[in-house]
Each structure stands twice: as structure tokens, then as C-alpha cells.
């Protein structure tokens, strides 16, 4: 049917989605289950066609969403080394109170959902240290585990 304005055709479209949602929704729910694996293979050679050709602004928007996540678990587990009080987020590393850190991290196989998981964590299983004061943890623990074998 032909309208005389936009305005019309707008509001009959309208009418016909609101009239007939639930037709569109499974039309829309079938073509999605149809084509979902040529869709994602398309999607996968568009992004790997993108970052063929912007290598550099790729590994530029990586870093970034790197540094956007690292500082908000910085800012989650209180911002600051708990030792000594050191803020700069370029030397503050996540500790693992109990220990264990290692096992943890090879259990997600992928350190970027490793770090994920760590925003909205048990805060009391993780805490903030800079670089100097968690090498020193680090040492004393390995001095304290040789002087109780010894």
C-alpha cells in the first residue's frame, strides 16, 4: 500500500509489528537458527580480514582494553599497595593472599578471562602489592617454607 508520507508509512509499519510481535519474533528466531553457523563464519572472516589489514590499530585497541580491564580491578581491590600505600598502577600487581595464583591462572587457560573473573571477586582472597613489597612476600614465604624443612 502506498502512502502519501513518511509519517504514515512510519506509523502502519508500526502498527503491524506491535499487531503481529510474535509472528516476527519467530521468523526472526528461525532465520537466526538457519544461519547461525554461516553467520559466525562470515563474522570470523571479516575480523580476521580486519586485523590482516590493521595490525597496527588492532594491537593499538588490545592494549587499551588490556589497561581499561588491569585498572579496574586496581580500582576494585582498593587502588593501592597494602603494604607500603604505592598507587602507580604501572607497578601495583594482583596477590594472592593464601597463595595459589599459579594454579588459578593455568585453570582458565586464557589470561584475559583469568582477569575478568577478577572484577567482582571474593576481595578477601586477593589483594594489591607493588612490584618490591610482593618480591619481598615472595622471598620471605620461600625463607620461612626452608627454615620449616630444615
Known sequence: MA??????????SARYREKNREKIRERDQQ???NDIEASRGKSREKAKSYRDRNPESCKKSARMQWRKLRLSIIEYLGGKCVTCGFT??????????????????????NHNRYFRSLVGCD????????ANCNQIKL??????RIQASG
Open 123 to 130: 576481595k578477601s582472597k586477593y589483594q594489591l602489592l607493588c
Open 3 to 12: 502512502y502519501k508520507n513518511k509519517e504514515d508509512a512510519l506509523a502502519a
Open 31 to 33: 532465520y537466526y537458527r
Open 139 to 144: 622471598y620471605e614465604e620461600h625463607e620461612r
Open 88 to 109: 602507580d598502577w604501572r607497578a601495583i600487581q594482583v596477590d594472592h593472599i593464601n597463595g595459589g595464583g599459579n594454579k588459578e591462572r593455568k585453570a582458565f587457560k
